[in-house]
């Protein structure tokens, strides 16, 4: 049972490279989550799925895509990215059921952008 | 739009003592869920307690507890008997109770980095 699991865990890109993150959960959970965390900031929310073949935006969407391509897997694409882009993103998913939801987190990819 | 502050950014501790951190959060709702997450070096993000706005009794789990006052919409979290393992960031999170359209996500405070001293 590995929970969350994100791939890749470090990458550099140069401004206006394209890339996709990947998440996968083996829980069962419904629901998946992307988040970025910057320094002094905190982790804020760029866009989840609230269950298989839904997706919506966060508090931070701008400049992201998403793909809920089954139940377990949720990835996150960068286009064109930006300096601004650079970041630790997590990938969080969450049974999503009224009373017993707790979201488990993957271990991050660090993503920089030169 | 909810919101979380954690006034400290960073706060140390002697190992074996005890160490309140503090949350507060601002919103309308009366049913809620808020959360302790720690994230240590290795920037794993794990859950360390969680409480129920609905419930009056207090959370606690080991070594870890909240005081919850919801009247003053406050959230702290002691650690008591501090352990080397405890360094790390503690962050705390909010998350409305409203579930339409299935919305579950968290809004996180900015942390506060504990240290423990030997």
């Known amino acids: 049972n590995a929970g969350v699991t994100q791939t890749p865990k470090f990458q550099v890109l140069k401004t206006g490279q394209s890339m996709t993150l990947q998440c996968a959960q083996d829980m069962n959970h419904n629901s998946m989550y992307w988040y970025r965390q910057d320094p002094g900031m905190g982790l804020r929310l760029i866009y989840y799925s609230a269950s298989e073949g839904t997706t919506d935006k966060g508090e931070v969407p701008n400049g992201y895509n998403v793909s809920r391509l089954n139940k377990r897997e949720f990835s996150l694409r960068l286009e064109s990215a930006a300096p601004s882009q650079t970041s630790v993103y997590f990938c969080?998913?969450?049974?999503?059921?009224?009373?017993?939801?707790?979201?488990?987190f993957g271990p991050g990819t660090r993503l920089t952008v030169l | 739009a909810q919101t979380v502050t954690q006034s400290q950014p960073e706060m140390s501790v002697q190992e074996a003592e005890t160490v309140t951190l503090s949350c507060t959060y601002d919103?309308?709702?009366?049913?809620?869920?808020l959360f302790w997450y720690k994230q240590p070096p290795s920037r794993q993000m794990i859950l360390v307690i969680r409480q129920e706005a609905y419930k009056q009794q207090n959370a606690t789990e080991n070594r870890f507890s909240v005081n919850f006052q919801k009247a003053a919409k406050s959230f702290s979290l002691k650690i008591s008997d501090s352990q080397l393992g405890d360094a790390a960031m503690y962050f705390c999170a909010y998350r409305s109770g409203d579930t339409l359209a299935g919305s579950y996500q968290l809004t996180f405070g900015k942390g506060t980095k504990l240290s423990v001293i030997p």
């Open positions: 969080a998913s969450s049974e999503a059921s009224l009373r017993t939801d707790t979201q488990y």
């Open positions: 919103t309308s709702e009366s049913d809620y869920y």
